[in-house]
Nanobody
Framework: QVQLVESGGGLVQAGGSLRLSCTAS????????MGWFRQAPGKEREIVAR????????FYADSVKGRFTISRDNAKNMVYLQMNSLNPEDTAVYSC???????????????WGQGTQVTVSS
């Protein structure tokens, strides 16, 4: 099993930046595709970014492309989400998740963190 803990959320003004971190504990972190998701009140959860086991393949939602950067450090069992040029529409609870599927584009994630709140003010 894998346990995931997010950190780095908070309150930031529009145009500002935050870096989210996700620390994984468990077995074989490098065998998991890692994703960042977000969910705003009253809205459906959406994927923000995804990074493959090796870090070679990366996916971004169109809404964050060019502003957010996902990365991972397998030696430290960590995945990051650098968020720049934030706007109020980015306000949500952000969660990291791990997928054991061998398919990079699998929609199934096996483990989830508790989430961290990101609030962007105007």
């Amino acid at each position: 099993q894998v346990q995931l803990v997010e950190s780095g959320g908070g309150l930031v003004q529009a145009g500002g930046s935050l870096r989210l971190s996700c620390t994984a504990s468990g077995r074989d972190f490098s065998s998991y595709t890692m994703g960042w998701f977000r969910q705003a009140p009253g809205k459906e959860r959406e994927i923000v970014a995804r990074i493959s086991r090796s870090g070679v393949s990366i996916f971004y939602a169109d809404s964050v492309k060019g502003r957010f950067t996902i990365s991972r450090d397998n030696a430290k069992n960590m995945v990051y989400l650098q968020m720049n040029s934030l706007n109020p529409e980015d306000t949500a609870v952000y969660s990291c998740a791990a997928s054991a599927s061998p398919r990079f584009y699998s929609l199934s994630y096996d483990y989830w963190g508790q989430g961290t709140q990101v609030t962007v003010s105007s």
